[in-house]
Every structure is written in C-alpha cells, then in structure tokens.
C-alpha cells in the first residue's frame, strides 16, 4: 500500500508541477483530477489504517480536500502535508516526518532520468488503480480469505522486479564509480612519464645490444604500441571517472537533453519542470552568464 | 464437492466456463462469486498444496463485504480498461 500511495503522490505532484509557477488554475485543476480518479475507482470507501504512513496520510487528506464542496480554491501537496500534518498532531499522535520532497529525492535517486513519465494525469490514474487494487487486496487477507496471484502475474511481477534490480545494480556502480577517488593531474603526468621513461630505457637497451636493424625494429614495435595503448586507457580512466562526477544539475541537463530529443521526435511540448532544469545547468556550466 | 465447500479444481472449471466470477483479476485463488453466493479459501493453512485448498461459502457478514468490494473492483476494471 505505501509504494503505491508513495507512487501517487508523486504523480500528483508531477501534474501539479506541469502547471507555470503561480498559475491561479493550478490548485483547482490539481483537485479536480484527484476528485475525479478516486471517485472513480471508488477509493472513498477505502479506511486508512493506523499504520497509515505519511504517503497516505498525505494522499488522503489531499483527496479530502479535493472533493470537500465548500473548498473552491482546490489543493496542493504543500497545504495537504500541512493539513496531514496538523491532524495527525491531533488526533494520531505520530507525526507527518516524510513529505513529498524526500519522495521526490527518492525516486531521483533510484531511477534518474532512466525512466520517461507521461506529463498529463495518466500516471496519477494508472498509479491510483494500482493503490485501488492494493487497498481490495489488503481488505480481503484481512477479512480471512486466500488469494494467490496467477502464475503469469506472478512471473510478469517477477521480471519487473529483475528489471528494477538491474537498474539499481546500475545506479549502485555508478555510485561506487563516484566514491572512487581521482587520480590529480599530477598523478596522470607522473603515471605517463613513467612510461615513456621505461619505453626510453627499453629502447637505449635494445639498441645496446647492436642487434640487426630489423631486429631492432621488431623489439620495439610491440613495445611501442603497448606505450601508446597504456596512454589512451589512462586518458579513458581519467576522462570517465571525471564524467561519473558530473553533479546533479548537469546529470539532469543529460537526461533532459534526451528527454529533448525524444520530445522532438514527438508531439509532447517540453514541461516547465525541464526547462528549469536547463536553465540551472546552464548557470552552473556558464558561470551565471545564461541567467 | 460437500455442501458448503468446493474443490478449487472444480471452482476453476467453473470460473473458465463463466459461470463463476473471481473478485481479483489475475489471481488463482480469490473469493469468487458463484450462484450468487461468495465462495472463499480460509487463509491459514500453509502447506505446500495450499492452492487446492477448498472453497467454502462466505458468511452473510462476509458475504456483505464482498459484494461491497465487488463495487470497487468492477469500478477498478472499468478504468484500467479504458471504458467509462
């Protein structure tokens, strides 16, 4: 139930950020899709339980206020995890810690920019009816009765969970690539001239020897080509280990690039979310001068 | 079959016939509507065969719960499939 409310409220805050800053409609459009998804899969009668987390607490008071008549001005995440809040300060007794800013940071970190949501309220009606379903899920192991998920469910569950796997092994090394240290530039010069200076020694030694022309030659020759090989794999190493540094912004300004890309190739305008994005990449990367 | 119990194998042949309709999509073992009846599998027993455990007939308390969750869950159906 947490992963999906979790999932939710992130999708709702992903529409409610598809709107300009300080747009008036925002709040009431927020509401309206909210109301019209839970009604519609007749989420009012699910019951929070006392175990609820902050996830749901907040997704539920945001869809109280949502579909509250006397409430014409609409909702945002903001004032429902203040309102989720300030009852659970009255009447749960344990407070509202989490809010959709550590979702956010969250999700961020456990799928970056690897996955591409939709930016109407799809997400927010498919994450809804996977909420829907878990809720009826948990009210039937409650009341005493058996279910078992089919074979091939289970099996499609099965891969999407290998997949999330996957994905995070790949965030994970990434990291683990971020928490190796990098060589200085000075290492890297000192670690090239200790090559040329032993190609230099193993030359002066070959020509010692006063060996043929040709034998010369084919002493040097492999010699020469490992030199340059261990040259470029090291250029490799540094250049790659000074990309898996990249800080957030410009990571983000990689994935919206793409994201971009995509959006050419396609009829979807791009959100105001991902030109904030370029705009704080492009300060950072400019020194300011795009401000 | 005795009465007020059934076989889950007999209860799957039914399901694939049409006559009876489970409450969860894509579940095996689901309390299922039959005869205008709910039919379950008590949860609780734990061995290995468990998915052959058999149905037996809901309570009217019960019975009363489900037809209330049946709501939800045609009205889940009805939108992840698209209709209105």
């Known amino acids: ?291 | 079959m005795t009465l007020g119990s059934m076989s889950a194998a007999a209860m799957r042949d039914l399901v694939e016939a049409g006559e009876a309709k489970p409450l969860l999509t894509g579940f095996d073992v689901s309390p299922t509507l039959y005869a205008g009846q709910w039919w379950y599998v008590p949860s609780g027993s734990d061995d290995a065969a468990d998915d052959d455990a058999d149905y037996v007939l809901a309570g009217p308390d019960m019975s009363a719960q489900l037809d209330r969750l049946r709501v939800r869950t045609d009205r889940i159906d009805a939108v992840a499939g698209g209709s209105a």
């Open chain 1, 1 to 291: 139930m947490d992963l999906f409310a979790s999932e939710a409220l992130l999708a709702l805050d992903r529409f409610e950020r598809s709107f300009p800053p300080g747009d008036p409609a925002q709040p009431r459009q927020t509401a309206d899709r909210l109301a019209y998804w839970w009604r519609r899969l007749g989420m009012d009668d699910v019951a929070l339980g006392s175990d609820a987390t902050d996830a749901q607490r907040i997704l539920a008071t945001a869809a109280d206020l949502a579909m509250d008549p006397d409430n014409k001005w609409g909702v945002t995440i903001e004032e429902a995890t203040s309102q989720a809040s300030m009852r659970a300060n009255l009447f749960d007794g344990r407070p509202v810690t989490q809010g959709v800013a550590d979702l956010r940071r969250d999700f961020e970190e456990s799928y970056g920019g690897a996955l591409t949501l939709p930016r109407d309220d799809g997400w927010l009606s498919e994450s809804l009816t996977r909420l829907a379903r878990a809720s009826v899920l948990r009210e039937v192991v409650g009341m005493g009765a058996k279910a078992t998920v089919s074979e091939e469910a289970r099996g499609a569950a099965d891969e999407l969970v290998r997949q999330g796997q996957r994905l995070m092994d790949n965030r994970r090394g990434l990291a683990a690539k971020k928490a190796e240290p990098v060589g200085g530039r000075r290492e890297y010069i000192a670690q090239q001239l200790n090559y040329q200076a032993t190609y230099f020694l193993y030359s002066l030694g070959v020509e010692l020897t006063h060996v043929p022309q040709w034998a010369e030659l084919a002493l040097k020759v492999p010699a020469g080509a490992y030199l340059l090989y261990k040259a470029i794999e090291a250029w490799a190493d540094r250049r790659d280990a000074i990309d898996s540094r990249l800080d957030p912004a410009q990571a983000q300004l990689r994935a919206v690039r793409a994201d971009l890309t995509r959006s050419l190739d396609g009829s979807s305008p791009l959100g105001q979310r991902d030109t904030r994005a370029i705009r704080a990449a492009r300060g950072r990367d400019g020194g300011g001068r795009s401000r």
